[in-house]
């Protein structure tokens, strides 16, 4: 499966971004999705997870009850949706894919990052 995130952008704090994450190749639908992030200097780190039915998903604590992650398989598209952004969310975005695993740190798909910016 190939992937593509895009949705990025400069946003002032407590404002929202939407990324999304299109994918092609393989059935989408059989796929677990994740994002990531990486901040200049810092490893990159967990975000979210949605598991192929979008029966589960999984938070990092530092986003809980500010994003949510979806996904419309119709669509062969994932969305991480991003409110009350702080300055500490400024990172470039990673979306992924698994075929087996629901919350890997090492999934096997990766599309390229989309670089969220939040100023204070």
């Known amino acids: 499966v190939q992937l593509q995130a895009s949705g990025g952008g400069l946003v002032q704090a407590g404002g929202s971004l939407r990324l999304s994450c299109a994918a092609s190749g393989r059935a989408f639908s059989n796929y677990d999705i994740q994002w990531f992030r990486q901040a200049p200097g810092k490893e990159r780190e967990f975000v979210a997870a949605?598991?192929?039915?979008?029966?589960?998903?999984d938070y990092a604590d530092s986003v809980k009850g500010r994003f949510t992650i979806s996904r419309g398989n119709t669509k062969n598209t994932a969305y991480l949706q991003m409110n009350s952004l702080k300055p500490e969310d400024t990172a470039v975005y990673y979306c992924a894919a698994d075929l087996y695993r629901f919350k890997p740190m090492d999934p096997a798909y990766w599309g390229q990052g989309t670089q969220v910016t939040v100023s204070s």
């Open positions: 949605i598991s192929r039915s979008s029966s589960n998903t």
